[in-house]
């Protein structure tokens, strides 16, 4: 289950905050998402327009913090499909 998207604005005054409504956002930095896939495997993910994200999650009861980088859309994706794919084959075996 992904839960709601999360925006921070680079154009909002500090300190930025994190909002829900997309339309409120000028210039977005980062986009902000849960993972939940059961058994205790959630996530954490956070892309930033620098090319970088930040992942925080429990898989297989264990804290798992990342810092992937990625360098276009395609690569992107990746990062979040790579994790999806973690947390769903850890809920499997859970």
Same mark, same amino acid.
């Given at each position: 289950?992904?839960?709601?998207?999360?925006?921070?604005?680079?154009?909002? @005054?500090? $300190? %930025?905050?994190?909002?829900t409504? !997309?339309? +409120?956002? =000028?210039? $977005?930095? *980062?986009?902000?998402?849960?993972?939940?896939?059961?058994?205790? &495997?959630? &996530?954490?993910? =956070? #892309?930033?327009?620098?090319?970088? @994200?930040?992942?925080? @999650? &429990?898989?297989?009861?264990e804290?798992?913090?990342? @810092? $992937?980088?990625? &360098?276009?859309? %395609? +690569?992107? =994706?990746?990062?979040?499909?790579? #994790?999806?794919? !973690? #947390?769903?084959? *850890?809920?499997? *075996?859970?």
């Amino acid at each position: 289950m992904v839960g709601d998207f999360t925006w921070r604005d680079a154009a909002a @005054a500090w $300190p %930025q905050p994190i909002v829900t409504d !997309r339309a +409120s956002v =000028v210039d $977005p930095e *980062s986009l902000g998402m849960t993972f939940d896939a059961g058994h205790g &495997a959630e &996530a954490l993910l =956070v #892309l930033w327009t620098g090319g970088w @994200a930040d992942l925080e @999650a &429990a898989i297989d009861g264990e804290l798992v913090l990342d @810092a $992937p980088e990625f &360098a276009d859309v %395609q +690569s992107c =994706v990746a990062v979040a499909d790579a #994790l999806v794919e !973690r #947390l769903l084959g *850890s809920a499997k *075996s859970g």
